[in-house]
């Protein structure tokens, strides 16, 4: 896997010292951003601690990571492992700062953002804490990666204030405040994101010395560069004469896309962006933001079956979530076909939320391939991630409402059909009259 890269760092025009820190250890595929922060330059020894301790961790353990990118799960270890890797060397860069800021009163309460990027062929992964970022270019669009963990990002996402009213309380001067920094305290809660990857995509990484210049415009236009270093020193121009208020540090990593690959490429990058397009137009998913969508297509499976081949069987007990990326399903009950699903359509959601029996058996009825959602790694993200638990059951509301009154709405219809075929029978026949 050969990457393009290339990474700098810039004073700006108003610190007196650059507390950003990165790093890179190629042959691994690996990039750190780390932005400091603390007094008589704490800042500046706490993000280069950061960006050495997890090399030093993740070089120790390179047998895993050349395996995983040389064979994937093939390996023997799972993409569960090498993001709990990455969260291993986070916390170790955390201690050692920590225990480094006990030994001097000046360095008290110094820590740094971290950002860790491993990408693999497949794969990507990030390991996040504060508000450095991670930002992906795929087909000409922008995804922000990481969340920033600022107090202003953490009162909204709890639902406490909206933008509007977040804005007018005493806490706005203070919203860049960070809720998460490496070596404030011994240990950290770390973001762990993995997702795929594909031929051509993009990464940038940066501290918010360059972020907060950023505008999709601007990145559009550097981003045309063919040159990492070009686009990477593009960003930093644009920064300072924005004001260069702070440290401007970026990463420009990129994924070539190779000469003898690139049918196979295409043809993956259409998959995966067929499955991402299918999930975002499903009423369940529909309040999910690019980065939310990337994790729940994280917990899909694809599945192939032939003509015919039983899919569900009704009465048994549903355990997933099945979308249709392309064929057609048939729907039976007691042996009769009450519907026909096609290409984007979607059955068994409830299986999702209750244990009930099947109320149908589900055939193909042409070659389909289709997503499954498992109902145990549905509870996995709600149970851990808030906010798209939020939107989920949010929409899982929505949805209920919807069928409800269309039941009612059949219900009624019913009645009156009822109430109509009595009074019809009530009215005397010719014969009767007779």
């Known amino acids: 896997m050969q990457l393009q890269y290339y990474g700098e760092s810039n004073m700006g025009l108003v610190r007196k010292n650059n507390e950003d820190a990165w790093g890179m250890i190629p042959e691994l595929n690996l ?3 780390c932005d400091g922060m603390g007094g008589h330059a704490a800042g500046e020894i706490a993000s280069s601690m950061t960006v050495e301790e997890v090399k030093r961790v993740m070089e120790d353990n390179q047998d895993m990571i050349l ?3 040389e064979n994937g799960e093939r390996s023997g270890h799972s993409k569960h492992d090498l993001a709990k890797l990455m969260e291993q060397a ?8 920590y225990q480094e800021a006990q030994l001097d009163d000046a360095k008290r309460g110094m820590g740094t953002t971290c950002d860790v990027l491993l990408l693999t062929p497949e794969t990507g992964f990030i390991a996040h804490v504060g508000d450095s970022r991670v930002y992906l270019e795929r087909q000409g669009k922008i995804h922000q990666l990481t969340e920033d963990h600022s107090l202003m990002n953490e009162l909204l996402r709890r639902g406490k204030y909206t933008q509007e009213e977040f804005e007018k309380t005493p806490f706005f001067e203070h919203r860049n405040a960070l809720t998460r920094a490496v070596g404030v305290y011994e240990s950290i809660e770390v973001e762990l994101f993995d997702f795929s990857v594909l031929p051509g995509d993009a990464f ?5 010395g360059m972020s907060h210049y950023l505008t999709p415009f601007n990145m559009s236009q550097a981003l045309q560069h063919e040159n990492p270093e070009d686009i990477v020193k593009e960003f930093i121009e644009v920064s300072r004469a924005g004001g260069g208020h702070d440290n401007i540090t970026g990463i420009l990593v990129k994924i070539p896309i190779a ?12 998959e995966i962006n067929l499955s991402l397009e299918v999930l975002h137009h499903i009423p369940l998913f529909q ?16 599945r192939s079956y032939t003509q015919d081949e039983l899919i569900v069987k009704e009465g048994e007990e549903g355990r997933e979530f099945f979308v249709i990326l392309r064929g057609k399903i048939r729907l039976e009950k007691e042996g009769t076909e009450i519907a026909m699903l096609q290409d984007r359509d979607h059955f068994g959601e409830m299986a999702l939320v209750d244990k009930s029996p099947r109320s149908a058996s589900a055939y193909a009825a042409v070659p389909t391939r ?5 109902r145990r790694d549905f509870y996995n993200i709600v149970r ?7 939107k989920l059951l949010w929409s899982f509301v929505q949805e209920l409402t919807k069928r409800l009154r269309m039941t009612t709405k059949e219900l009624s219809t019913a009645l009156d059909a009822e109430e109509v075929s009595d009074l019809i029978e009530e009215v005397p026949h010719d014969d009767e009259e007779d």
Do not use: G, P, W
């Open 31 to 33: 990039f750190i951003c």
């Open 67 to 69: 395996a995983f990118i």
């Open 90 to 97: 986070v916390q170790s860069a955390c201690i050692k700062v």
């Open 204 to 208: 940038l990484m940066c501290s918010d």
């Open 259 to 270: 000469e003898d690959a690139a049918e196979s490429a295409i043809a993956r990058a259409a």
């Open 287 to 302: 309040h999910l933001d690019y980065r939310e969508l990337v994790r729940i297509h994280n917990l899909t499976a694809v």
């Open 370 to 374: 289709v997503l499954v959602i498992q």
């Open 384 to 390: 851990y991630e808030h906010a798209i638990a939020v």
